[in-house]
C-alpha cells in the first residue's frame, strides 16, 4: 500500500506517471535504449523535449515572445542569475520579503547589488501579505520581485501587483500549474519542478524575450539567460530525468483538466482540511485568512507534546511529511496536484479523530 505522502518537496507524483516512468524506464518506446541514456543532442530526447515545453505552453498560454526551457541549479541558482543580468548598476531591484525563500533571494541580490524591501513580514511572523493595490515600484527599479507561494510558511498572493513598465520577477516553485496564471503580466516566472511539477533536478524558465535586451552582458557563460534562450536551455546536458518525468506530468495535468482543473482540486482539498482548523479550538493555523495557501498548509496545536504525538500516530497510519519545517515548527500538510483527494479525507478523518481523544 502507497503511503500518504505530505512532504514539501520533492512530493507527491501522480501513480500513472510513476507507472509509465517504470514501464519505459528500460526501453524507450521501443527504441532499444532508456530515455536516460540518450544523447540531448537531436533524437528522441529532443523529441519528447519540445513536446514537453509545447504542453506547457498550452497549459499556461504562454505567449509567442517569451522562452521556456529548464535549467538545472534549482531555484536557489537564479536567486543569483536573476540579479546578475537584470540588477544594473545605477539601479535598484525592488523585493518582497515574504518568508524563507522569498529573504534569500533577496539576501542573495543584496550581495550584488541594491536591494530596496518594499514589503517585509518579519513583524507578524510572515503570516500575511501586502494588499497588491498599494505596491509600487522604485522609480529605478531594474525589476520587482516575490515569491507566489511560501512553503514554509504557508501563504500564498491571491492575486500580483501591476508593475507597469517595470518587470514583475515570481519564483512560483510551489504552486505553478496549481491555477491558471495570466504569464503576461510576468517579464520572467521561474521554479524548480520537485513540489508541483516533477522529479527533483529540473528548473523552469519562463522569460520574456525582451527581458535579454536589459541584461549585464559581461557574464560567464551558464549565468548568462541569452546563451540558454538561444540554445533554449541546452547549451549543456540538461537534467534529462527531471525533464523526462516533468513532461509526463503535464500530460497528466493535461489530461485531468488543466490548470482550470488544478484549481478545483487545489480548493477541494484544502478547504477539507480549512474547514476543520477554522470549525476548531483545538487546531490554529497562524496564516492570515486572506493569503491562505492550498498547496502547504500550516497549522498548530495546543502543545509541541500534542504535535510530536499527532506526528507519531499520522505516521504509523501512513501519513508522511506533516512535521513543519525545523525552522518554525508546528505542522504542514502540503496538498500538490498529484496528491489524491482520498489522502486529504484520510487526513481530514484522523484530524477530527485526534481532536477527539485529545482535545
Not at 241 to 256: M, T
Not at 271 to 277: H, N, Q, R
Request: hydrophobic share 40%; aromatic share 10%.
Amino acid at each position: 500500500m502507497r503511503k500518504k505522502n505530505f512532504f514539501a518537496g520533492p512530493s507527491v507524483l501522480p501513480v500513472e506517471v510513476l507507472e509509465e516512468i517504470r514501464d519505459q524506464i528500460v526501453d524507450y518506446n521501443g527504441e532499444g535504449l532508456s530515455m536516460i541514456e540518450a544523447s540531448h543532442r537531436g533524437g528522441m530526447f529532443e523529441d519528447m523535449y519540445d513536446e514537453c515545453l509545447a504542453t506547457f505552453r498550452r497549459l499556461l498560454n504562454i505567449p509567442d515572445d517569451y522562452d521556456v526551457y529548464f535549467l538545472g541549479g534549482g531555484a536557489t541558482l537564479q536567486f543569483t542569475m536573476i540579479p546578475a543580468n537584470f540588477l544594473l548598476p545605477g539601479t535598484v531591484a525592488d523585493y518582497a520579503k515574504t518568508g524563507s525563500w522569498a529573504n534569500k533571494a533577496a539576501s542573495d541580490a543584496a550581495k550584488i547589488g541594491k536591494v530596496n524591501v518594499f514589503f517585509d513580514g518579519k513583524e507578524g511572523n510572515y503570516t500575511s501579505l501586502p494588499d497588491v493595490k498599494d505596491i509600487k515600484p522604485s522609480e529605478n527599479s531594474s525589476y520587482l520581485y516575490l515569491c507566489s507561494n511560501e512553503t514554509i510558511g504557508g501563504i500564498e498572493w491571491q492575486d500580483f501587483p501591476d508593475t507597469g513598465d517595470v518587470p514583475l520577477i515570481a519564483d512560483m516553485s510551489s504552486d505553478i500549474l496549481s491555477r491558471p496564471v495570466d504569464v503576461s503580466k510576468f517579464s520572467m516566472i521561474y521554479g524548480g519542478v520537485q513540489k508541483n511539477l516533477g522529479p527533483a533536478g529540473a528548473t523552469f524558465i519562463i522569460m520574456k524575450k525582451s527581458m535579454l535586451e536589459r541584461r549585464n552582458e559581461n557574464l560567464t557563460a551558464y549565468m548568462d539567460y541569452e546563451l540558454h534562450s538561444k540554445n533554449k536551455g541546452l547549451y549543456n546536458t540538461p537534467p534529462v530525468f527531471s525533464i523526462w518525468g516533468v513532461k509526463l506530468v503535464l500530460d497528466w495535468v493535461e489530461k485531468n483538466g488543466g490548470a482550470e482543473g488544478m484549481l478545483e482540486r487545489a480548493k477541494k482539498k484544502s478547504s477539507l482540511i480549512y474547514d476543520v482548523i477554522d470549525s476548531s479550538s483545538f487546531f490554529h493555523s497562524p496564516v492570515d485568512k486572506r493569503y491562505r495557501s492550498r498547496m502547504n498548509i500550516v497549522f498548530r496545536l495546543p502543545s509541541e507534546e500534542l504535535e510530536k504525538k499527532f506526528i507519531a500516530e499520522s505516521s504509523a497510519e501512513g501519513m508522511l511529511g506533516l512535521k513543519g519545517h525545523r525552522s518554525v515548527g508546528g505542522l504542514r500538510a502540503s496538498l500538490y496536484n498529484a496528491l489524491p483527494y482520498e489522502d486529504v479525507v484520510a487526513l481530514r478523518d484522523f484530524m477530527v479523530e485526534f481532536e477527539r481523544k485529545n482535545g
